[in-house]
Nanobody, 123 residues
Framework: VQLQASGGGLVQAGGSLRLSCAFSGRTFSNYALAWFRQAPEKEREFVAG???????FYGDSVKGRFTFSRDNAKKTAYLQMNSLKPEDTAVYYC??????????????????WGQGTLVTVSS
C-alpha cells in the first residue's frame, strides 16, 4: 500500500483547505483510512477517520469544522478543513489499516502512512 497526501499550504485563520490522500497498491475498499497530524514538538494526534462499518468520526478539536470523506472509485480520501485556526498548523498524514469492525484512533493500529503535507494557518 502506498499513500500520497497533498493539498497542504498556507492559509489565513478562518480559511479552508482540502487535503487529498491517493491510495495505491491494494484494494482500496478493504482498508480503513484516517488522518493524523503532528505539530512541532507535539505527539501525532488523530484528526478524522472512517471505516466501511462506521461513518466518519473526529478528534474533539476539529469536530464541526473538518469533514472526512472517501471516493472508492478514485481510491482517494479527503479532509475538508473549514474555519481553520492557527492551532491547526501541523503536518497532516493519511494512514491506512486493514478494515475491521472496530474503528481506531490509535496511530499504532495503522500500518501504512503517507509522507505528510504541511498546513500552516496564519493569524
Amino acid at each position: 500500500v502506498q499513500l500520497q497526501a497533498s493539498g497542504g499550504g498556507l492559509v489565513q485563520a478562518g480559511g479552508s483547505l482540502r487535503l487529498s490522500c491517493a491510495f495505491s497498491g491494494r484494494t482500496f475498499s478493504n482498508y480503513a483510512l484516517a488522518w493524523f497530524r503532528q505539530a512541532p514538538e507535539k505527539e501525532r494526534e488523530f484528526v478524522a477517520g472512517a471505516t466501511n462499518y462506521f461513518s466518519a468520526f473526529y478528534g474533539d478539536s476539529v469536530k464541526g469544522r473538518f469533514t472526512f470523506s472517501r471516493d472508492n472509485a478514485k481510491k482517494t480520501a479527503y479532509l475538508q478543513m473549514n474555519s481553520l485556526k492557527p492551532e491547526d498548523t501541523a503536518v497532516y498524514y493519511c494512514a491506512a489499516r486493514w478494515d475491521s469492525y472496530a474503528p481506531s484512533r490509535e496511530k499504532k493500529d495503522f500500518d501504512y502512512w503517507g509522507q505528510g503535507t504541511l498546513v500552516t494557518v496564519s493569524s
